[in-house]
């Protein structure tokens, strides 16, 4: 599949990449996904040689190499020397360069086991790469490489990848719905390889005349991730796209977020995320002690996805937005559920919700729907939320895998900032009419396109079953447990 920044030159440079992560599958043993994790690493030492040996890159900041970590030093030694000499490269580059700090030398090349021979095949392969400077880099071709690579490797990685990696058309429609601008401060959420924000970058550089490291520096860039190496990786990917200086935190969205000096919640302008779907045992015990005041009304302890729309309801500024994927239970699930959606819907959080067709995230079939969420709406929008109803966009890319077409993208960013559009698919709904229909946001309960609204119907009776059986299974959780104390107090049987 090409992504749309695939330009003439990328797919060759994603064809090394692929080729020496097969060097450690096919003759080492390793398992693709931890192969690419030294591929990506020895590529950004290679990437760091070049840059610094070549001419400056406006907006890319220097780094401090020395002659020891560069690139054809490394390739000159022993073989039975390389693994060392690649773990001294990559400690002396952390300590001469703190932005690199936690970067590369966690892998351990002198302690894996490929053997010599293996990483010599390898550093050949990735030897036969262009020298990495230049306008490769300040024109975005070696960014679009690595993402190209991530993007194979999602491709290849089933289910696991929507833990790493949104899909481009994805990516790109949460971009431009958010319209984000210079000087503002963005946060991705769960922020995988780090795919929306150089989607962000992208767009503020796409709309004046800076390369993609100036227009990183004209944003304040955060994201959060949970995995370490999925956290190592986004930094390597944002690297190599010539960004520099964002703010990337490891840790627990939920009970680590950024702070300020004063201790409070950072805000952003802009938040973007694809959480983990109803994800359980998330901390709902102590959520109503929480010192922010984040989660009033608690989300139900076996699902986080409404504390993730707390949350980053919290961290907007004024005039913020935040778009989230979900899965579409969100829009009508009752219980917990049920209460905080009523309760956000009468503080007019809601700006747009969009259902998009199944297919379009890796390894998962069923539909997502995007939660464009508002902390103060301009007031021609007050008290209505927008339904685009974008189920049928995209066509298929592959037997599991949909892909929103750029068309498709533009007619439902049009839908959004006009707020309206052809009423088959898309109607700004009034709250009142949200109240009658007891809160409810099913997209097909206020966008009526008769040809579908059987298979809607069994989609929505689908959802409504997959609610009941939850809330079964947690009323049967509770009643365990209430068993269990009870029998506490019973006299032992003789």
Known sequence: MRSRHVSPGTNELVGVLWKATDVLYANGGFRIDSGVGYV??????????????????????????????????????????????????????????????????????????????????????????????????????????????????????????????????????????????????????????????????????????????????????????????????????????????????????????????????LEYDRILANPPWNLDNWGAERASEDSFGRFNPVPPRSNANYAFVQHCLATLTEGGRAALLLPRGVLLRSGGEGLIRRKLLEEDRFEAIIGLPGGVLYGLGLAPVILVLAKGKPTERRNRVLFIDASEAGAKQSRLLRALSQDDIGAIVSAYRDFGGDPRYVRAVPLDEIRKLDWNLTIERYVKREEARERFELDEQLDALVDAESRRDEAARRMDESVRRLMRFLPPSS
């Open 40 to 265: 990506l690493r020895l590529l950004v030492l290679k990437f760091l040689s070049d840059v610094t040996e070549g001419p400056a890159i406006s907006g890319l900041q220097r780094f401090v190499v020395p002659p020891s970590a560069r690139w054809s030093q490394l390739r000159s030694y022993v073989s039975s020397k390389q693994g060392e000499r690649i773990d001294e490269a990559c400690a002396v580059l952390e300590e001469a360069n703190p932005s690199l700090r936690g970067l590369l030398k966690g892998a351990g090349f002198n302690s894996i086991g490929m053997g010599a021979r293996i990483l010599e095949v390898l550093l050949q392969t990735l030897s036969t790469l262009p020298h990495l400077s230049g306008e490769l880099v300040s024109e975005g071709k070696l960014g679009e490489a690595a993402d190209g690579f991530l993007q194979r490797l999602a491709e290849t990685s089933g289910r696991e990848s929507g833990e790493f990696y949104t899909p481009p058309s994805v990516t790109r429609l949460l971009a431009e719905l958010l319209a984000p601008r210079e000087g503002m401060r963005i946060c991705h959420l769960f922020c995988g390889v780090g795919g929306l924000l150089v989607e962000c970058t992208r767009q503020v550089a796409s709309k004046s005349v800076m390369n993609l490291p100036h227009a990183a520096a004209s944003l304040a860039l955060y994201g959060q991730e949970r995995n370490a190496e999925t956290w190592v990786r986004c930094r390597m990917n944002l690297l190599l796209h010539g960004i520099t200086d964002a703010h990337l935190e490891l840790g627990n969205v939920l009970w680590s977020p950024p702070l300020t000096g004063q201790e409070r919640l």
